[in-house]
Nanobody
Framework: QVQLVESGGGSVQAGGSLRLSCAAS????????LGWFRQAPGKEREGVAS????????AYADSVKGRFTISQDNAKSTVYLQMNSLKPEDTAMYYC???????????????WGQGTQVTVSS
């Protein structure tokens, strides 16, 4: 059973930074894709960033390009989302998702974490 545990959310002022972590467990495959998604109240869940372990290729939503960076620590089976220059519109619940197919920023992942809240105040 694949399990994903997010951490690192919190409250920060606009312009600040946070680093989210997603610890993955329960599988032995080396090829998988991990994505970060977010959902603000009243809005649909959207893809933020993803990384495919096989070639470390990454994808980003246009709204976060240049501000967010996704990275992975394979030894720890952990994926990070470094978020800089945060804006109030980044406020949302952030979810980690995983699958053995490179779904990129699409919502088709089969495994999801419980989420971690990010709140950015102006």
């Amino acid at each position: 059973q694949v399990q994903l545990v997010e951490s690192g959310g919190g409250s920060v002022q606009a312009g600040g930074s946070l680093r989210l972590s997603c610890a993955a467990s329960g599988y032995t495959y080396d090829n998988y894709c991990l994505g970060w998604f977010r959902q603000a109240p009243g809005k649909e869940r959207e893809g933020v960033a993803s990384i495919y372990r096989r070639d470390s290729s990454a994808a980003y939503a246009d709204s976060v390009k240049g501000r967010f960076t996704i990275s992975q620590d394979n030894a720890k089976s952990t994926v990070y989302l470094q978020m800089n220059s945060l804006k109030p519109e980044d406020t949302a619940m952030y979810y980690c998702a995983a699958d053995f197919v490179n779904y990129g920023l699409r919502l088709e992942y089969n495994y999801w974490g419980q989420g971690t809240q990010v709140t950015v105040s102006s």
